[in-house]
């Protein structure tokens, strides 16, 4: 990757530098116990926030999930999925999906950290894997079709404005919370970011650039209840 005639952004080098010495939470590669325990658990699974500079810009790769699929069709998410038993950990199973997803090799990856895990209203522990892909011309997506109906690009700071966003109260055993819906425009097309890849975002977006979002968050207490990572 680095014989390539590129240039690697000066803002995303800081700010992989500053993640990397700052993260708390590590891969686990090399962990038995982690390994062994979260083959026992089907219900984890793994997203990969892939961030790309391009002009003043930093973007986030996000698709639009294929209608044929059962759950969650036509949402916008991050590429991932659940873990395969092969999969070591979380940080290749969110380089497999999103390898089988949307034909990125793992190669291209600089994977920075290892987010802290989201637990969805289902009991399904979503872990982010941050990465950086410092070649963005060397990545041509491939789509799965069955899978992915398209792929579009989106400002990470835009998770931190006000502008183009929605917000709906909601209730849960108790907790009064906010869902956060931003429309954003690309291939001619209003894709509409929300729940948990909103709430994923928001939280990236304020880690990597270091400031509150312009609104009150008051994300779902569900999200981060206790949980295990081993």
């Not at 590129?6 to 939470?25: A, E, G, T, V």
């Not at 070591?88 to 997803?101: K, M, P, Q, V, Y």
């Not at 400002?155 to 183009?164: A, G, I, R, V, W």
Request: hydrophobic letters at 35%; aromatic letters at 10%; one cysteine or more.
């Amino acid at each position: 990757m680095d014989s390539n005639n590129f240039s690697r952004s000066r803002k995303l080098l800081d700010i992989s530098q500053r993640l990397r010495q700052s993260s708390s939470i590590t891969p686990h590669s090399n962990d038995q116990l982690y390994q062994s325990e979260t083959h026992k658990k089907p219900n984890r699974s793994a997203v990969l926030i892939c961030l790309f500079n391009q002009g003043d810009e930093i973007y986030v790769i996000l698709t639009k999930r294929s209608s044929k699929l059962s759950s969650y069709s036509g949402h916008v998410s991050l590429p991932g999925g659940r873990t395969d038993e092969g999969d070591a950990d979380d940080i290749r199973t969110a380089l497999r999906e999103a390898e089988e997803e949307i034909g990125l090799d793992p190669a291209l990856v600089d994977v920075v950290t290892v987010l802290e895990p989201f637990v969805t209203k289902e009991n399904v522990t979503v872990v982010p894997v941050l990465g950086i892909l410092w070649n963005k011309q060397a990545f041509n997506p491939v789509l799965n079709a069955d899978e992915v109906e398209s792929i579009f690009y989106a400002p990470l700071e835009m998770f931190l404005k006000d502008e183009n966003r929605r917000h709906e109260d909601r209730e849960f055993q108790g907790d009064k919370y906010v869902l956060h819906y931003f429309d954003f425009k690309a291939n001619n097309m209003v894709y509409v970011i929300w729940a948990l890849t909103a709430g994923i975002l928001i939280s990236t977006a304020s880690l990597v650039f270091q400031r509150p979002p312009e609104f009150e968050p008051r994300m779902p207490k569900f999200w981060k209840k206790n949980y295990s990572r081993f």
